[in-house]
């Protein structure tokens, strides 16, 4: 029973982090909402994903955390191809200059 109590302490104790990091997200989309009106859409949007209590139902949440997972990495490699020039940089070597002559003594 300790174990059981000191878990759910913990969850309890977290579970305000959690609710303030996910309030601020989604004011990131609409600004013009308060903490405790963003805080409940965001306790709103995670009732009925709260209640899945075996892991058949839990499975079935893991899809679209591996579509955001896919999401977020597509806009990244969209963001880093979309800034991308052919201005050299300080990364690599001067145009011209091989790799391993940059290096050599």
């Known amino acids: 029973i300790f174990t059981k109590v000191a878990i759910l302490t913990n969850w309890g104790a977290l579970l305000p982090y959690f609710l303030i990091s996910l309030s601020e997200s989604i004011q990131l989309i609409d600004a013009s909402l308060c903490q405790w009106q963003s805080s409940l859409i965001g306790v ?9 209590r075996t892991m058949h139902y839990i499975s079935f949440l893991a899809v679209p955390s591996t579509l955001a997972i896919l ?23 001067a145009p011209g200059q091989s790799f391993l002559k940059m290096y050599s003594a």
């Open 71 to 93: 999401i977020s990495v597509a806009c990244a490699l969209a963001s880093l191809e979309r800034r991308a020039d052919d201005s050299p940089t300080t990364a690599g070597p």
């Open 44 to 52: 709103a949007l995670l009732v009925l994903p709260c209640q899945a």
